[in-house]
């Protein structure tokens, strides 16, 4: 592709500080898909937050106990909802809506902490010079080392995938390191004596109820009957060339040059459905043995082989932006410069990949409301699955960054979903399929919570998740992927089918319908979310026929359903636009309670859909472009990073670039009287919601990727929103619909591109107007150029 860039990656691959992290949103995370650790690179003292992705409150049996509907449901009560609006009476048909909610999802748990005390000569480091702490994201590890009276000391620490263990490496230039190091936990724990290590053992909560929640009596609840929370545990050995004591409490080691602690854990999870019953001593045994047999391998091939692993994965793609030279700048110093730094948005790409890596492996569960770190035992919206826009969100870049791998979780959990959901289909609406609301859980919560129904009644988590099945199978071209998630596209439609009525002017329509957690102002002059068909629904539903329909051709199913779905989307309504030159957010031209309101609900067409383009649609583009100026700017973090992906769809390279220079402002401190919506990155550039939510971080990856390269429309468009703030720049591998990596280089102009395709075809490659046809050869790059 020629040397159009320079290859010093330096500031675009690592996050780097020169003092240790006080607090959790200034700590360095790493992962491995299972565990989850949160470095603080502490001197003398350091703290190692614990995370297990599988550590959950409550279980099947809370679940079905918080699961009792508040009134009435089935297909009489949808019927007296839908009466009720009819008669224009939407105060009624709110106070209805209320009945099919029910209780609350679970929430995800903080495991523990590991905590160090590191003495040199006897001594705990007070006077220390060269520090400096680093995440090397290439690398996948976290390093803090520093000076102490002449003596060097390293520590380095990383999650092993291959072998499923937390390693802490801590080093000294000379036989003089001394440490300490202790197992805490937020939970109900108890020590487990090991002989050259550590155990505690752990047990959950029968019941945690979200922090809004105030009304109930006993928020954080454990049980020892049929409901009780899972046991888990945490196992940790050390080897060193020092000596080596240990009792219950704690573990020492004097007089060393090298230490190296190795931790795994374990939980009584076995799945959604399945009640936990391993003891907290079977879940310690189980992660003792992994401990052991990673012990018994040299740390040179522990390290080498996470390095391998990550690199697989993480190397596939990478950007670079030309700029300034600030990497000799600590990160939070860089965040916090008003001045443009391109590397640092191109950081801001490679972070949120490294974090898809370290979050989400196959196997595993998806990705929550924080990834896999979290240190809080009753966490903000407890850090669950929020799918009306976070968990979908969690996914946007892993087809388009070449991660396709690490989208498996989700993949499988939908399926486990929609086995729950057909439940919650028939028994609160008398319908088919299976549907899903807007919070879910590990054991797969589908009904709407308890609340207001401007978020709790809302039945299309099942439409949009689904459309992460097809987006897979196009960017893959897995036909057996496709055929093995059919059943699900299939009752997810199901239920749309079921769920749509027949208005007055012969169209079908949604109801009850709200827009995920938007008020309109009624009549009355107050706020009201119920109504009819928001253009959310519409959209979704529309969306998924289609993709159902193109399903059962790819892979020659007969099925009278699909008949019925093609008759169905046809009586669907275009969205409309309103007065102000605004997509509607719902079927009539409703004023917004709040007009700067963080949800784009009514423009999932244009993304991630594709069902509104500048091209094919332009009247819709239009009015989605004003719908985001009447919006503005400012939102909540992860907003910010759906708007990006907005605005590259929408061609829009200056708002998109203005767009990711605010989402790089350093995030509010409401308590130190800041002003503004709080949104932004902390420290450790994890997204400001706020709080603290990772959702952001993976769309503003995907929305850079957005700016790069596009293919939904079935062109391969390169750099379809490249700002003019970044004239010089490298990406690779990029993953284009049809099954197609993309590298692009561009300086002043001149553009270069190579395309690999993975099976024969041909395609048309835009660039700003020039439109150029290709045939692609399997596995041989394709080079184009223009200037």
């Known amino acids: 592709m020629g040397n159009l860039v320079s290859s010093d990656r330096s500031g675009a691959q690592r996050l780097y500080y020169d003092r240790p992290a006080d607090t959790w949103l200034e700590a360095l995370p790493l992962g491995n898909g299972r565990i989850g650790a949160m ?36 297909a009489e009560a949808v019927q007296a909802v839908r009466d009720a609006l009819a008669a224009g009476d939407i105060r009624r048909a709110h106070e209805l809506a209320g009945g099919f909610h029910s209780g609350y999802g679970q929430a995800y748990l903080p495991l523990g902490d590991l905590l160090l005390e590191i003495r040199i000569n006897g001594s705990t480091p007070t006077d220390v010079a060269q520090y400096r702490r680093e995440l090397d994201l290439d690398a996948a590890t976290a390093t803090a080392e520093y000076e102490v009276g002449g003596v060097v000391v390293r520590q380095e620490t990383f999650v092993s995938a291959p072998d499923d263990v937390l390693v802490v490496r801590v080093t000294a230039s000379e036989p003089v390191l001394g440490l300490t190091c202790s197992l805490t936990s937020q939970l109900p724990s108890q020590p487990h004596a090991v002989e050259d290590g550590l155990g505690l053992l752990l047990q959950a909560p029968a019941d945690v109820a979200p922090p809004h929640r105030s009304d ?50 374990g939980t009584g999870y076995d799945g959604p459905s399945t009640t936990p019953t391993r003891s907290a001593v079977e879940c310690w045994t189980a992660a003792d ?36 030279d600030q990497s000799d700048l600590p990160t939070d110093v860089r965040v916090a410069s008003a001045a443009d730094d391109p590397a640092l948005a191109a950081l801001l790409f490679n972070y949120g990949r490294y974090l898809m890596i370290a979050g989400s492996r196959s196997g595993g569960l998806p990705t929550n409301l924080q990834g896999i770190w979290n240190d809080i035992l009753r966490p903000p919206w407890s850090s669950n699955y929020t799918v009306n826009i976070n968990t979908e969100m969690n996914y946007w870049p892993a087809e388009t960054t070449n991660l396709s791998e690490c989208h498996e979780p989700l993949l499988r959990y939908i399926g486990q979903l929609a086995q729950a959901g057909r439940t919650t289909a028939k028994e609160r609406y008398g319908c088919a ?34 459309r992460h099945l097809w987006d897979h199978y196009e960017f893959t071209g ?42 309109y102002l009624a009549a009355d002059g107050e706020p009201a979310s119920v109504t009819v068909s928001s ?139 800041r ?37 939904h429309t079935g062109e391969l468009e390169l750099l379809p929103a490249l700002p003019a703030e970044w004239p010089s720049g490298r990406v690779t591998g990029l993953r284009a619909r049809g099954g197609v990596t993309v590298d692009i280089a561009w300086t002043q102009g001149r553009v270069e591109a190579v395309l690999t395709a993975d099976r024969d075809q041909e395609r048309v490659v835009r660039h700003g107007d020039d439109r150029v046809p290709v045939r692609l050869t399997a596995g041989i790059g394709h080079r184009l150029s223009s200037s």
């Open 675 to 711: 002003p503004g919506s709080g949104a932004g990155v902390y420290p450790n550039l994890f997204c400001a919601h706020p709080p603290f939510q990772i959702d952001g971080n993976f769309g503003a990856t995907a929305g850079i990727a957005e700016m790069l390269l596009q293919s």
């Open 535 to 673: 253009t959310m629904d519409l959209a979704l539903i529309s969306d998924l026929f289609q993709r159902v329909e193109q399903a059962a051709e790819l892979l020659d199913v007969v099925d009278p359903l699909v008949g019925e779905l093609s008759t169905a989307r046809k009586r669907l309504p275009e969205p409309a636009i309103g007065a102000q030159g605004q997509l509607q957010e719902w079927a009539a031209d409703l004023p917004e309670e709040d007009p700067h309101h963080r949800h784009m609900s009514h423009l999932v067409g244009l993304h991630p859909g594709d069902a509104i383009t500048p091209d094919g649609t332009p009247d819709l583009a239009a009015a989605a472009a004003r719908t985001l100026d009447l919006r503005g700017d400012e939102a909540t973090g992860w907003s910010l990073a759906w708007k990006i992906n907005l605005r590259a769809r929408l061609r829009d390279a200056a708002a998109a670039h203005r767009l990711v220079r605010a989402f790089l402002k350093p995030a509010d401190d409401t308590a130190k009287g």
């Open 39 to 74: 470095c603080f690179g502490g001197v003398g003292r350091d703290r190692i937050g614990l995370n297990d992705e599988t550590l959950w409150s409550g279980g099947p049996e809370t679940a079905r106990l918080l699961s009792t509907p508040l009134g009435a449901t089935g």
């Open 433 to 466: 399929g299976w549907t899903a609301h807007h919070n879910a859980d590990a054991w797969c919560w589908s009904f709407p919570v308890e609340g207001d129904p401007r978020w709790s009644n809302w039945p299309m988590a099942g439409a949009w998740l689904s």
């Open 289 to 324: 043995q992994t401990v052991l047999a990673a012990r018994a391998r040299a740390y040179d091939e522990i390290l080498n082989d996470h390095r391998e692993d990550h690199r697989r994965l993480f190397r596939r793609s990478s950007l670079e932006l030309a700029g300034a």
């Open 478 to 519: 897995d036909l057996e992927f496709l055929g093995d998630s059919w059943p699900v596209l299939r009752g997810a439609a199901e239920f749309c089918l079921d769920w749509l009525v027949e208005l007055p002017d012969g169209t079908l329509g949604t109801a009850p319908s709200t827009s995920p957690e938007n008020d």
């Open 216 to 265: 109930v009596a006993d928020p954080i609840r454990y049980s020892d009957g049929a409901d009780r929370g899972m046991a888990a545990a945490i196992a940790l050995r050390a080897a060193s060339d020092g000596e080596i004591r240990a009792d219950e409490a704690q573990l020492t080691i004097e007089d060393a040059t090298e230490i190296t602690l190795i931790l795994s854990s």
